[in-house]
């Protein structure tokens, strides 16, 4: 039988979805500033931020997964992570919070692969009583040629 462990994550919303994110990923979670855009690139890529002096590409999750497009009222919000070395930043509708789980919880079985849903991204599905939480791999959001032309910006 496995074994029961707590871990935490940062949850939050693209669109009408909830996922999540290990909490060890994440540098910080800031409002989301002005993004300049840098031609050429994969149409996810939104461009680049200045924090604190530190220049940061950042990736539209929504077009990452291709999910659709919805208004928001709200400021959108970028999470920084570590991603292959340096910094990255990662847009989002909007942060939920530090939300503890236990891994008992956590469906990581091949089970959705066999469904014909893509477990590339996906770490494993959060099922708990009112919602399911698809927590991400963050290692894997972008391919090996995306994460070139990350690392030259």
């Known amino acids: 039988m496995a074994e029961s462990t707590e871990i935490k994550i940062i949850e939050f919303i693209l669109g009408n979805q909830v996922f999540g994110i290990h909490i060890f990923n994440i540098a910080s979670v800031i409002e989301l500033p002005e993004v300049t855009n840098l031609p050429k690139t994969p149409e996810f890529l939104e461009g680049i931020i200045n924090i604190r002096g530190s220049i940061i590409p950042i990736v539209d999750l929504k077009k990452r997964f291709l999910l659709p497009e919805i208004k928001l009222k709200k400021k959108r919000k970028a999470l920084i992570i570590n991603f292959e070395a340096r910094d990255i930043g990662l847009i989002v509708d909007e942060v939920k919070g530090v939300m503890t789980l236990d891994t008992l919880e956590i469906d990581t079985s091949t089970d959705m692969a066999n469904m014909g849903i893509d477990l590339e991204y996906i770490e494993g599905i959060a099922?708990?009583?009112?919602?399911?939480?698809?927590?991400l791999k963050t290692s894997k959001l972008l391919s090996i040629k995306e994460t070139e032309i990350v690392k030259k910006i």
């Open 127 to 135: 099922k708990l009583k009112d919602r399911l939480i698809i927590i």
